[in-house]
T-cell receptor
Framework: QKEVEQNSGPLSVPEGAIASLNCTYS??????FFWYRQYSGKSPELIMS????GDKEDGRFTAQLNKASQYVSLLIRDSQPSDSATYLC???????????FGPGTSLSVIP | SQTIHQWPATLVQPVGSPLSLECTVE??????LYWYRQAAGRGLQLLFYSVGIGQISSEVPQNLSASRPQDRQFILSSKKLLLSDSGFYLC????????????????FGPGTRLTVT
């Protein structure tokens, strides 16, 4: 089992719809969870961090964490073509030093 | 505010040639520093990380090495490049706040795209 798994893409949604991106992780002791956005040819950009069970909202983005199910998700409301990118889920290990990245899900928002 | 620089932005090198990629961070002290590689269409692979000057941890045995000669400088090197070393090399930093999960947040530089021919 891979340490961090994500939906196999690509995911296509129409403009204005909700995009739902999912991620599961294997280390039950993980304490921190991140979503990064990576545009083609660019470096990853941190867009959301979540540390406690429940929802965390930031603008059109909502991160959801369920530690019991070892599941974290990212919802993008009112999706825009500019949201088209690869979204990377990352999970902080129990040590402070590093995070493990998932393979990413490619999102395409169709105008 | 913090800024991270990487150079060069792109590099084309022949097989067997040496490599030196540099990363510097501004606006913070004693950051954790990381080197990642992303092969075409693949995920991020952690290569090295450093928690302080001269302290390097290697994640993947290979022909690459890393050094941290100064607090905010991280260098990735190779004596002889292989075709499989091609990829997008990313440097990242994070600041450790003892006891806080926020210490895991990592911020990436613009990256160096390396093609080995």
């Amino acid at each position: 089992q891979k340490e961090v798994e994500q939906n196999s893409g690509p995911l296509s949604v129409p403009e204005g719809a909700i995009a739902s991106l999912n991620c599961t992780y294997s280390d039950r002791g993980s304490q921190s969870f991140f979503w990064y956005r990576q545009y083609s040819g660019k470096s990853p950009e941190l867009i959301m961090s979540i540390y406690s069970n429940g929802d965390k909202e930031d603008g059109r983005f909502t991160a959801q964490l369920n530690k019991a199910s070892q599941y974290v998700s990212l919802l993008i409301r009112d999706s825009q073509p500019s949201d088209s990118a690869t979204y990377l889920c990352a999970v902080g290990k129990t040590s402070y030093d590093k995070v493990i990245f998932g393979p990413g899900t490619s999102l395409s928002v169709i105008p | 505010s913090q800024t991270i620089h990487q150079w060069p932005a792109t590099l084309v090198q022949p097989v067997g040639s040496p490599l030196s990629l540099e990363c510097t961070v501004e606006g913070t002290s004693n950051p954790n520093l990381y080197w990642y590689r992303q092969a075409a269409g693949r995920g991020l692979q952690l290569l090295f990380y450093s928690v302080g000057i001269g302290q390097i941890s290697s994640e993947v045995p290979q022909n690459l090495s890393a050094s941290r000669p100064q607090d905010r400088q991280f260098i990735l090197s190779s004596k002889k490049l292989l075709l499989s070393d091609s990829g997008f090399y990313l440097c990242a930093w994070s600041v450790i706040f003892s006891g806080l999960a926020q210490s895991y947040e990592q911020y990436f530089g613009p990256g160096t795209r390396l093609t080995v021919t």
